[in-house]
């Protein structure tokens, strides 16, 4: 059975810290791009951040570029999300998504075949 499960969500103030992980079973994530979307209360999921399948090219959507970093380790089987200044606007329900195969970044949801369940980041002013 393919699944993603995210994980280090949580709650924070403003200005702080976090950092999310998305283990992978039943897939390979060395043949996926992978993405971070949020989903926010009464929002669309927007797009947070991709990553090629090797990790050396990534793409972040416009209200984190700068502050989210997306990386990951193929051994592992994991993506990660760092994410640092955050902000009350930063919070949302976060999920990982993944693409099979290995060429291009997708910025869509629609472009993801996989979705984790997601996990709560709660930033506190």
């Known amino acids: 059975q393919v699944q993603l499960v995210e994980s280090g969500g949580g709650l924070v103030q403003a200005g702080g810290s976090l950092r999310l992980s998305c283990a992978a079973s039943?897939?390979?994530?060395?043949?996926?791009?992978m993405g971070w979307f949020r989903q926010a209360p009464g929002k669309e999921r927007e797009f947070v951040a991709t990553i090629s399948w090797r990790g050396g090219i990534t793409s972040y959507g416009d209200l984190v570029k700068g502050r989210f970093t997306i990386s990951r380790d193929n051994a592992k089987n994991t993506v990660y999300l760092q994410m640092n200044s955050l902000k009350p606007e930063d919070t949302a329900v976060y999920f990982c998504?993944?693409?099979?195969?290995?060429?291009?970044?997708?910025?869509?949801?629609?472009?993801?075949?996989?979705w984790g369940q997601g996990t709560q980041v709660t930033v506190s002013s």
């Open positions: 998504a993944a693409r099979p195969g290995r060429f291009g970044l997708w910025s869509n949801e629609g472009d993801y075949s996989l």
């Open positions: 039943g897939l390979t994530l060395s043949m996926a791009v």
